[in-house]
Nanobody, 125 residues
Framework: QVQLVDSGGGSVQAGGSLRLSCAAS????????LGWFRQFSGPGKDREFV?????????GYADSVKGRFTIARDSAKNTVYLQMNSLKPEDTAIYYC?????????????????WGQGAQVTVSS
């Protein structure tokens, strides 16, 4: 079984920065793709793709975060990071680390095999 532990959430003013971390353990393999989804508050809100990086460095980003967020992976530590700059109030959400056991960038939450516990990010105007 694979475990993911998210950390680094918090509150920041618009224009500020935060960095999320996610450490993988258990039966985790370096060939997993790691990424982030987020879920906005309110009824019927599903998790949406934010960014992901596979084991050979391929990455993908949601259009809403391109140019502001950067995903990076430290394979030696089985850890993935999400550097979030120029944050906006509409980025306020719970951010979930996600993993899939192959090198595909999965944009749908249904394709995710393992989830972290989530980290709250709040951006005030």
């Amino acid at each position: 079984q694979v475990q993911l532990v998210d950390s680094g959430g918090g509150s920041v003013q618009a224009g500020g920065s935060l960095r999320l971390s996610c450490a993988a353990s258990g039966r985790f393999s370096a060939t997993y793709t790691l990424g982030w989804f987020r879920q906005f508050s309110g009824p019927g809100k599903d998790r949406e793709f934010v960014a992901a990086v596979n084991w050979h460095g391929g990455s993908g980003y949601a259009d809403s975060v391109k140019g502001r967020f950067t995903i990076a992976r430290d394979s030696a530590k089985n850890t993935v990071y999400l550097q979030m700059n120029s944050l906006k109030p509409e980025d306020t959400a719970i951010y979930y680390c996600a993993a899939t056991p192959d090198d595909s960038i999965s944009y749908a939450p249904e394709a995710i095999s393992v989830w972290g516990q989530g980290a709250q990010v709040t951006v005030s105007s």
